[in-house]
């Protein structure tokens, strides 16, 4: 499946993991955590280190969550995706994506294989900000500068 349609098909979701969300309150990753939220979604975060997330409970891996997630966002460093793409499909989920800003460049063969083995599909490297309607000027910028030089995905 095409990059754009497994987007919109996350976006569709009313529910996934969010691995990897920070537990400073000032991160970016807590801010996209909070857009998530106002925009209607169940977020589960996933933080090893963290009790809650903005009073939502937080999990310590994605196997912990029942029912399980049929989607997860990740938003750790590139070393930590390869486990955790294993670990969020063996735990059943079918849609896996990888934040980045620089697209599938900042997504390793190994990892888009593992997603093939499991049969997951994966979003690679892509800013969740770049897909909203209603994001700010900076991240309409970013979305117009890649349809510009044709790296928007397809």
Known sequence: MKTLSLVHE???????????????????SRALFRDF???????????????????TLC?????????????????????KAKPLVR????AGA??????GISGP????SEVLRIGEEYGAGIIPGYCPYMF????????RLHTSAW????LYPK
């Open 10 to 28: 996350f976006l569709d979701l009313p529910r996934f993991a969010f691995i990897g969300v920070s537990r400073n309150p000032r991160s970016f």
């Open 147 to 150: 349809k510009f030089v044709g």
């Open 105 to 108: 460049k900042d997504v390793s």
């Open 94 to 99: 079918t849609l896996v994506w990888l934040y």
């Open 87 to 90: 670990e969020c499909c063996q």
């Open 59 to 79: 999990f310590q891996s994605i196997r912990q969550i029942v029912p399980a997630p049929t989607a997860a966002l990740i938003m750790t460093s590139r070393n």
């Open 132 to 139: 909203f309607r209603d994001s700010s000027w900076f991240h």
């Open 37 to 55: 939220k106002v925009r209607g979604y169940e977020i589960l975060p996933v933080n090893p280190y963290a009790r809650d997330i903005d009073g």
